[in-house]
């Protein structure tokens, strides 16, 4: 199941992380997916908040992601960690910024291409966002018919 991860996951822009409170309140919310590296995804976090604090206490989490062509659903259980490390989280702001870049440029020509007119879109740096590390620890696949399938990373 990993290269069929690996390859739906470079279809993605975003995932759905869910994180959990020291009370268990569950918090789920998109974040930008900037890279697969290894056996690591790298998220960014533009609203630096409830996720944020959440894995100060407990850094379990899970992803969600859909394969729209079967309608099969998938979530990554494993543990988040900051990158706070200055060297990794400013290359990894360039990173981000390139990407941004291309995904802007490949929606407005995607847009001409297809006769319509773009929507106003603010591009604009962020002063500070979140960088999360994921190790994925198992994997789940949950069939449109209920089937459950589930192993190790």
């Known amino acids: 199941m990993r290269e069929k991860i690996q390859s739906l996951l470079e279809t993605k822009k975003f995932l759905f992380m869910a994180t959990s409170d020291n009370n268990g309140a569950p918090n789920v919310a998109p974040k930008f997916l900037l890279k697969i590296r290894r056996n690591a995804i790298y998220l960014i976090d ?10 100060i206490i407990n850094p379990r989490i899970s992803l969600a992601m859909i394969d729209d062509n079967t309608l099969t659903g998938y979530r990554l259980d494993g543990t988040a960690q900051r990158v706070d490390k200055k060297a990794e989280y400013d290359g ?5 910024q390139k990407k941004e870049i291309h995904l802007t440029a490949t929606r407005i020509i995607e847009d001409i291409h297809a006769g319509e007119k773009s929507s106003a879109f603010e591009f604009a740096y962020h002063a500070h966002v979140a ?6 620890h198992t994997i789940a696949e949950i069939w449109p018919s209920g089937t459950v399938t589930r192993e190790k990373a």
């Open 131 to 136: 960088i999360y590390k994921v190790t994925v």
């Open 92 to 96: 990894m702001l360039k990173e981000l």
């Open 46 to 55: 533009y609203a630096i908040g409830k996720t944020w604090e959440n894995l």
